[in-house]
């Protein structure tokens, strides 16, 4: 019975790091429906050495920083004999690295839509290893394995400490503030501002395509939120209904807040996906309704606020969404994860909001600092000629439909 339930166990996190990969996918076709003509080869190129230097760099670096754990030992020792059997337990510890794995590589994903169409692939592969090998994993180990006894001193101050079940902060904020970090360092685009800081607009150039980036998110994301129980005797029910509750609630909302808008609707998805990763094993299907709601509007807002007020040039909106939004959750589990309001209990508002805090800042400065430096020393962004040109004949030499070149 042990063998199967570890068996088991194997399978069901596989499942779950299968269904994270695939979302993989709904952020390279999110980017590709939003950014012009010119960057859609660039996107689809971005999204998928991102993940894969992500996966090496976690691998080597990036697992051991987080959890201790190394896997350069022999294939006997991996797959749970010899005298590490237990710490690798039947290879459970391989697939709950793969689906892991899928969270940090979300980070870059989620940075790529912020600095769309202006920035040179290599420096962003570099910043990529950096963030998913060091900085990612750094805060991931502090939360989701209690490193440096931070999460110790949050319980011993106030009550609690940062609940956080399938990442609204270890993921989505950290992914937002440095993509914020990333995008003042950038500056906008070319053409996006004129000189008086009027808004001259860029519209989408696939709705189709960024609808579809944004149903594959959804369906991945009950992945992304039910399995990270990690175990099959932890799934609850709870957490399926939390986040399709949710998910109904940021489209609602971004529906009459974005004035029937395409892209705020589809995006407004994801606005509450992202708000209920936090709370959702522990929040009411009610209380996550309304979370999700207040996401879908807040993305809407803030994303205004950026483009037209700002001058803040997120292409994606990936603060907004994932930054803004993930802060949200983080705040909203200790609100509506109460048992005055229904939920289940087990966190409190100041844990929620000290420990979310810590996230933030964390994940600002790395942006800030990391993209600076690589700015400074390899140059971050493309030149002028090239931006114009489009990062697909610029940096791959073939544009998304080759055959119009050729008329």
């Known amino acids: 019975m042990e063998a199967t339930q570890q068996g088991t166990d194997v399978f069901f996190v596989l499942i779950g790091a299968i269904l994270v990969f695939a979302m993989h ?8 429906g939003t950014v012009r003509k010119k960057n859609q080869v660039n996107a689809l190129m971005k999204i998928l050495v991102d993940f894969c230097v992500s996966t090496v760099s976690y691998f080597f670096v990036g697992f051991a920083v987080a959890y201790g754990i190394t896997f350069l030992t022999s294939a006997t020792e991996l797959s749970g004999g010899g005298s590490l059997g237990e710490t690798f337990d039947s290879g459970y510890k ?6 892991l794995m899928t969270f940090a590589a979300a980070v870059p994903a989620i940075i790529s839509g912020g600095i769309a169409e202006r920035t040179r692939f290599k420096p962003q592969m570099l910043a990529t290893a950096v963030i998913v090998g060091l900085a990612y994993p750094f805060f991931e180990g502090i939360i989701w394995n209690g490193n440096y006894g931070v999460q110790d001193w949050i319980e011993a101050s106030f009550g609690a400490p940062l609940h956080d079940f399938a990442g609204s902060i270890v993921v989505h904020g950290v992914g937002g503030w440095i993509a914020l970090g990333a995008v003042l360092v950038l500056g906008p685009r070319m053409g996006h501002f004129k000189s008086d800081g009027s808004v001259v607009g860029i519209p989408p150039s696939n709705i189709p395509f960024l609808a579809l980036g944004s149903w594959i998110l959804c369906v991945g994301w009950f992945g992304f939120n039910v399995m990270s129980a990690a175990a099959v005797d932890g799934i609850n029910g709870l957490v399926a209904m939390n986040s399709l509750m949710a998910m109904a609630g940021g489209v609602l909302v971004a529906f009459i807040v974005g004035k029937n808008d395409p892209g705020f609707v589809h995006n407004g998805a994801l606005a509450g996906l992202v708000a209920v990763c936090a709370g959702s094993d522990i929040m009411h299907p009610v209380g996550s309704l309304i979370v999700g709601g207040v996401a879908g509007a807040v993305f809407v807002i803030f994303f205004n606020l950026c483009h037209n007020k700002w001058k803040i040039d997120d292409v994606l909106g990936v603060w907004p969404l994932h930054g803004i939004c993930g802060l949200w959750g983080g705040l909203a589990a200790g609100i509506f994860g109460t048992e005055a309001l229904g939920g289940l209990g087990g966190v409190t508002f100041m844990g929620q909001l000290v420990g979310s805090l810590i996230g933030i800042i964390f994940a600002l400065v790395v942006g800030l600092v990391l993209y600076k430096v690589i700015s400074v020393t390899m140059g971050l962004r493309m030149n002028e000629e090239d931006e ?6 610029a940096l791959h030499k073939i544009s998304a439909y080759p055959e119009d070149d050729l008329r």
């Open 388 to 393: 114009f040109r489009g990062a697909d004949l």
């Open 94 to 99: 391989l697939v709950h690295f793969f689906f």
């Open 25 to 32: 996918a709904g952020f390279a076709f999110l980017e590709v």
